[in-house]
Antibody
Framework: EVQLVESGGGLVQPGGSLRLSCTASGFSFRSYWMHWVRQVPGKGPVWVSRTNSDGSGITYADSVKGRFSISRDNAQSMLYLHMNSLRVEDTAVYYC???????????????WGRGTTVTVSS | DIQMTQSPSSLSASVGDRVSISCRASQSISSDLNWYQQRAGKAPKPLIYGASRLHSGVPSRFSGSGSGTDFTLTISSLQPEDFATYYCQQHYTSPLTFGGGTKVEIK
C-alpha cells in the first residue's frame, strides 16, 4: 500500500524549532518529487516547500524562506521539514504529499499523509 | 503569486442534485488546475488534474472543465459521501496556490 506518515509535530514556543518527518512506503520514494503543505483548520491548504527527487532542486514559500529547510533521505524513504524561528502564524496541520507527473505533462499531489499538528504558542 | 478564487464558499444541496463549483485564477494558468476533496478531519484527496482529467478511482460523476482563468468542478448526481470541502489548486507557476474552498453541505 502506498502510504505517507508524518510525525514530529507538537507544541513549541515562539522562536523555537521543530523537525517534521514523513515516512514513505509502498512506492519508489527516490523517483518522486515531494511537497510539504500546511493547513489551518477551516482554511484552505497552503503550499510550504518542495524538493525534487534527489534533493538538488528545492523551493520555498516566501513566508518560510530562511526559516524552514526541506530535505530527504532516499535510502530511508524519508522526507523532512526543519522549522526554525517558529512563529504563532506557523500553527497548522502539516502534510507531506507526493507529486505525480502525468505523461501528458500535468502535475498533482496524488498521495497525502494524514498530517501532523504544529502549535506555536507561549 | 497567482490568486485562486472559488465560488460559492458554501452550498447546500440534496442527494441526487447536480452541483457546480467555480474557480477563477488571477491570471491565465492554461490547464494547470487541480481539484481536491477534503472530508472533515482528513487529508485532501485528488479528484481532477489538468483541469479535466479524472484521478484514478474517482467516480465518473465528477468532472472538470475550463482553461485560462475560469474552471468548473461538476458533480452530476451528489452522493452522501460527496459532502465535503473542495479546493482548486494551480501548478502553472511557483508558488503553488490553492483556492479558499467550497463546502458542500446537506440540505
Amino acid at each position: 500500500e502506498v502510504q505517507l506518515v508524518e510525525s514530529g509535530g507538537g507544541l513549541v514556543q515562539p522562536g523555537g524549532s521543530l523537525r517534521l518527518s514523513c515516512t514513505a512506503s509502498g512506492f519508489s520514494f527516490r523517483s518522486y518529487w515531494m511537497h510539504w503543505v500546511r493547513q489551518v483548520p477551516g482554511k484552505g491548504p497552503v503550499w510550504v516547500s518542495r524538493t525534487n527527487s534527489d534533493g538538488s532542486g528545492i523551493t520555498y514559500a516566501d513566508s518560510v524562506k530562511g526559516r524552514f529547510s526541506i530535505s530527504r533521505d532516499n535510502a530511508q524513504s524519508m522526507l523532512y521539514l526543519h522549522m526554525n524561528s517558529l512563529r504563532v502564524e506557523d500553527t497548522a496541520v502539516y502534510y507531506c504529499a507526493r507529486y505525480y507527473f502525468d505523461t501528458a505533462g500535468f502535475y498533482y499531489m496524488d498521495v497525502w499523509g494524514r498530517g501532523t499538528t504544529v502549535t506555536v504558542s507561549s | 503569486d497567482i490568486q485562486m478564487t472559488q465560488s460559492p464558499s458554501s452550498l447546500s444541496a440534496s442527494v441526487g442534485d447536480r452541483v457546480s463549483i467555480s474557480c477563477r485564477a488571477s491570471q491565465s494558468i492554461s490547464s494547470d488546475l487541480n481539484w481536491y476533496q477534503q472530508r472533515a478531519g482528513k487529508a485532501p484527496k485528488p479528484l481532477i488534474y489538468g483541469a479535466s482529467r479524472l484521478h484514478s478511482g474517482v467516480p465518473s460523476r465528477f468532472s472538470g472543465s475550463g482553461s485560462g482563468t475560469d474552471f468548473t468542478l461538476t458533480i452530476s448526481s451528489l452522493q452522501p459521501e460527496d459532502f465535503a470541502t473542495y479546493y482548486c489548486q494551480q501548478h502553472y507557476t511557483s508558488p503553488l496556490t490553492f483556492g479558499g474552498g467550497t463546502k458542500v453541505e446537506i440540505k
